[in-house]
């Protein structure tokens, strides 16, 4: 797989029928490695080992609706209190970030009130911090650790 702009962790991979899947640790069992899997699991990598996030609160590719449309997040990191800290939109390393992307979680995140949101294709990465009193984010160079 591409190399990421992510730090290196170590990752289970295995072999069946010609298909190589990784190890996904917050739904506990193998998926097909594809180019956005890949950068979905090194971003969890990231929240758990450099941010320190619980597995606990760390939910992937879930359906919620928008405006009666079905729609699958990628990553979602609860509050203790059940709310939403973060929204993660990840795409695969060929595919860029663009105006669209923002709006696809911007429109995810009115269904889901997240304090912060994070986009990103492995290669670039993106964090806002939402202040819904005003209406409006707020770029940051990273998002805060665990706390």
């Known amino acids: 797989m591409q190399e990421l702009d992510f730090p290196k962790f170590s990752f289970r ?3 069946r029928e010609n298909k190589v899947s990784i190890f996904d640790p917050i739904r506990k069992k ?3 490695l594809q180019p956005e899997e890949w950068v979905r699991q ?6 758990l080992e450099i941010k ?3 597995k606990s609160l760390i ?3 879930k359906e919620l609706r928008i405006n009666d449309l079905k ?3 990628d990553i979602v990191v609860f509050n203790t209190d059940g709310s939403i800290h973060l929204v993660v939109e990840c795409k695969a390393p060929e595919i860029p970030i663009t105006q669209a992307t923002f709006d696809q979680i911007a429109r995810y995140n009115l269904a889901l009130n997240a304090n912060y949101l ?6 670039n990465h993106y964090y806002c911090a939402m202040n819904y009193r005003e209406g409006r984010y707020q770029f940051l160079k990273d998002i805060p650790k665990y706390t």
Not at 42 to 47: A, E, K, T
């Open 118 to 123: 994070m986009i990103t294709n492995g290669l």
């Open 42 to 47: 090194n971003c969890v990598q990231f929240l």
């Open 59 to 61: 939910n992937i590719e």
């Open 52 to 54: 320190g996030f619980p």
């Open 13 to 15: 991979f295995k072999n």
């Open 30 to 32: 193998f998926v097909i």
């Open 71 to 73: 729609k699958r997040y």
